[in-house]
């Protein structure tokens, strides 16, 4: 493992000189639990937001609460947040508008009121620790070097409309299906080494993710390039560190 991702570990998992402080760390698995609960609803879970693996989401149903809240308490969060560029955001606005006007459906008003709220919070918890602690974000949400100052200056009114953005929120490790069974079979355990080892594998994991920009389609808003994953050598383990 590179110098780089052992400082990164350093800093998530509360060596001396860490970013994430034991009070970062409880909003983390707050954020975790909320997230795990849209992700396990099937009114929300069926959203791209909230969208886990199918072979994850019907082990950590079928998990204990118990089991449940030890996944929630990874040391970064189980999904990433990106903010729009103006122009996606302005094409989406648009698009939205003609959506809602054709299908004003119940399910779809219970999306988008679940994927605001959820977004409210955690951009409150992301722009905190942004202003309070630069650089922790990127460790914590996976945000890219210039989302911290957009952040900031997001207006009141700016706010509450990005937090509805479908863009917003996505789980993380998309391309790592195993992982999340690995995170999941972990937290079912009763050994606290495994589960810290399945963490550290999702902080080493994040190291080969290659973000590019997000795109959205207007009136069906999706990501169509996001964080990729190089794939292990042949015979290798699927954590690549």
């Known amino acids: 493992m590179s110098d780089s991702s052992l400082s990164g570990l350093g800093a998530v998992f509360g060596h001396r000189g860490n970013l994430l402080n034991a009070a ?13 609960e849209r992700a396990l609803d099937p009114a929300t879970g069926a959203d791209t937001s909230f969208r886990l693996p199918a072979a994850a989401v019907s082990r950590l149903a079928a998990a204990s609460l118990e089991a449940r809240e ?47 709220s959820f977004g409210l919070v955690a ?36 706010w509450f409309r990005v937090a509805s953005w479908p863009g917003l929120i996505r789980p993380r490790w998309p391309s790592h299906s195993r992982y999340w069974n690995l995170l999941a079979g972990a937290a079912e355990g009763d050994k606290d ?15 080969y993710c290659e973000r590019e920009p997000a795109t959205v389609v207007p009136g069906n808003p999706r990501r169509q390039t996001r964080p990729t994953h190089r794939r292990p050598p042949a015979g290798g383990s699927d954590v690549p560190c």
């Open 24 to 36: 970062v760390r409880r909003d983390i698995a707050e954020l975790n639990r909320m997230f795990l």
């Open 70 to 116: 030890r996944a929630a308490q990874s040391p970064v969060t189980l999904f990433e947040l990106s903010l729009p560029r103006p122009d996606e955001f302005f094409d989406w606005r648009a698009g939205a508008a003609v959506a809602d006007e054709d299908s004003p459906g119940s399910e779809r008003r219970s999306c988008a009121e679940a994927r605001q």
């Open 123 to 158: 951009l409150g918890v992301a722009r905190r620790l942004a202003e309070g602690m630069p650089l922790s974000p990127r460790i914590a949400f996976g945000f890219g070097a210039s989302v911290e100052s957009r952040l900031s200056g997001l207006s009141p009114c700016e």
């Open 193 to 207: 080494t495994e589960l810290s080892w399945a963490y550290s594998a999702g902080v080493c994991l994040l190291e």
